[in-house]
Every structure is written in C-alpha cells, then in structure tokens.
C-alpha cells in the first residue's frame, strides 16, 4: 500500500491563478479530509467527506471546493489564489469503522503540499 | 464547534526525566482524543489515541489520561530520549470533525 499520497510536493502561485491539489489513498478508506497547517496554528480542517458523492465543510472553507467522485481520490481546488492562503496542505484518510469497535484507527495523513501564494 | 487548548507550547526536558503535556476541550460530546508527532518537514504521525470510555492508555514509554468531567485529557512520556524531540498535537473529535490543538514543541537536552 502507498497509503495517501498528495502531489505535488511544491507549488508557487501567483494571486489569481487556480490549480488543484491531488489526493489519493490506497486503502479503500471512507473518510477523508483536507487540512492546512500555519505557523502557530496547528492543523484546521478545510473539507471533508466520510463517502463518495459525499463531502462537507470545516474550519476555514472558504476559497477552497473539493468534490469526491471515487473512494479513491479527494482532490482539494483553489479557484482564485491569495496570499492567505500560503500553508502547508495535508490530506488525511481513516477508514470506517464505530468508535468504539475495534477496526477504528486515527487518520492517516499525506506527506502534504508546500503551498506558496506570491 | 469544538474548541481545543493545548499547553506548553515549548517544553525543554533532560535526556531521561518525564515530560507532561496538556490539552482541554470544550465539547463534551466528543468522544476520540488522538495524539500526533510531527517531526521538521514530515507529516504528522498518530502515536497513541484514547477513546471516550476509557481513562487511560499506555503504550510502552508513552501514555495518555483523559478526564471526561474535567474536559482534559494530557500526554506523558517517560524515559526521553533524543528523537522524542518534535512537535505534539493532541486533537478532539467531534462527529466527523477532528479539532487539533495549537501544539507543544518538546526539545530532549542530552
């Protein structure tokens, strides 16, 4: 298994442009999630989806889609890139499972995304 | 939506004493408190976890107390060594939404 992979591993912007960060996971994993993570901050939630079709907001949504049409891949989109939105992006993905039975384990996450938005 | 707080956010110990961090959350409903390592340039790696009906986890030189009724839950790490420096997270899960603390870089003095 590779587990979840993010590309790619760098990226400079200028403001305005768009791209889109890929994730995928080779776990079959049900949920998965967008994090970005700024000096002194921790790790916010962007998006996440607990399915495919399925997917909702976090923390700090606003500036970012995301769309899940395979279990497999969670891409996270900027349409309009700003400044702010300079960070280090991570993916994360857990499979499903109650939280008190035993196949429950924490998230898995990418080895993220270097975002510079100039 | 939850709130967490996580203290120190810079812990210096010698090579072999404990070391204790601590977080608080304010959503009494949630109910998984993970613990992650983040060591420079790398991703966060889950090191231990503690679910909401059990107050305490150990795992080798590592261990994890959670106080449902005080709203806290705390790290420890006994033995320290060297490559226990990085910087730990704790984070609380509310439904789908996990919730990470500000986090505590540990530096180990040899």
């Known amino acids: 298994n590779a587990g979840v992979t993010q590309t790619p591993k760098f990226q400079v912007l200028k403001t305005g442009q768009s791209m889109t960060l890929q994730c995928a996971q080779d776990?079959?994993?049900?949920?998965m999630s967008w994090y970005r993570q700024d000096p002194g901050m921790g790790l916010r939630l962007i998006h996440y989806?607990?399915?495919?079709?399925?997917?909702d907001q976090g923390e700090v949504p606003n500036g970012y889609n995301v769309s899940r049409s395979t279990t497999e891949d969670f891409p996270l989109r900027l349409l309009s890139a700003a400044p702010s939105q300079t960070s280090v992006y991570f993916c994360?993905?857990?499979?499903?499972?109650?939280?008190?039975?035993?196949?429950?384990?924490?998230?898995?996450f990418g080895s993220g995304t270097r975002l510079t938005v100039v | 939506g939850e709130n967490v707080e996580q203290h120190p956010s810079t812990l210096s110990v010698q090579e072999g004493d404990s070391a204790v961090i601590k977080c608080t959350y304010s959503?009494?409903?949630?109910?998984?408190f993970p613990w992650y390592k983040q060591e420079l340039g790398k991703r966060p790696q889950l090191i231990i976890d503690?679910?909401?009906?059990?107050g305490e986890k150990k795992d080798q030189r590592i261990a994890v107390t959670l106080n449902k009724t005080a709203k806290h839950f705390s790290l420890h790490i006994t033995e320290t060594q060297p490559e226990d420096s990085a910087v730990y997270f704790c984070a609380a899960k509310l439904n789908e939404k996990l919730t990470f603390g500000t986090g505590t870089r540990l530096t180990i003095i040899p």
């Open positions: 959503d009494s409903a949630s109910n998984y």
């Open positions: 989806s607990v399915g495919a079709g399925i997917t």
């Open positions: 776990m079959n994993h049900e949920y």
């Open positions: 503690i679910r909401s009906n059990v």
């Open positions: 994360a993905s857990r499979e499903s499972g109650t939280i008190f039975g035993p196949a429950y384990y924490g998230y898995t």
